[in-house]
């Protein structure tokens, strides 16, 4: 069984940062690629940004393109989400969700793609 959890979410004011972690355990992470997905109330799950399993790949939203990283740190079996220049319309409850396939040569982006999800964090910016 697959267990993610997030943390690193809050209430931060507009322009500020958070740094979102996600922490895998019960399955080979470092052969999985890994995505954040965010959920406004009212609004469908939407893709944030994927990184492939080696790291070498990333893929971002057009909408947080150049204010938003994702990295990884396969020893600690941990994704990340940096987010800077943060908007009020990226207020949302954000996920983390691994793969379903494995060692997966290009970096997807639908949620059917993707296995195993977390619970969720809040992420609340105000303006």
């Known amino acids: 069984q697959v267990q993610l959890v997030e943390s690193g979410g809050g209430l931060v004011q507009a322009g500020g940062s958070l740094r979102l972690s996600c922490a895998a355990s019960g399955r080979t ?10 959920q406004a109330p009212g609004k ?20 947080v393109k150049g204010r ?5 740190d396969n020893a600690k079996n941990t994704v990340y989400l940096q987010m800077n220049s943060l908007k009020p319309e990226d207020t949302a409850v954000y996920y983390c969700a691994t793969d379903r396939s494995y060692m ?3 970096v997807v982006v639908a949620t059917y793609e993707y296995r195993y999800w977390g619970q969720g964090t809040q992420v609340t910016v105000s303006s």
């Open 29 to 38: 992470f470092s052969s999985y690629t890994m995505g954040w997905f965010r």
């Open 44 to 63: 469908e799950r939407e893709f944030v940004a994927a990184i492939s399993w080696s790291a070498g790949n990333t893929y971002y939203a057009d909408s």
């Open 68 to 72: 938003f990283t994702i990295s990884r």
């Open 104 to 106: 997966r040569t290009i």
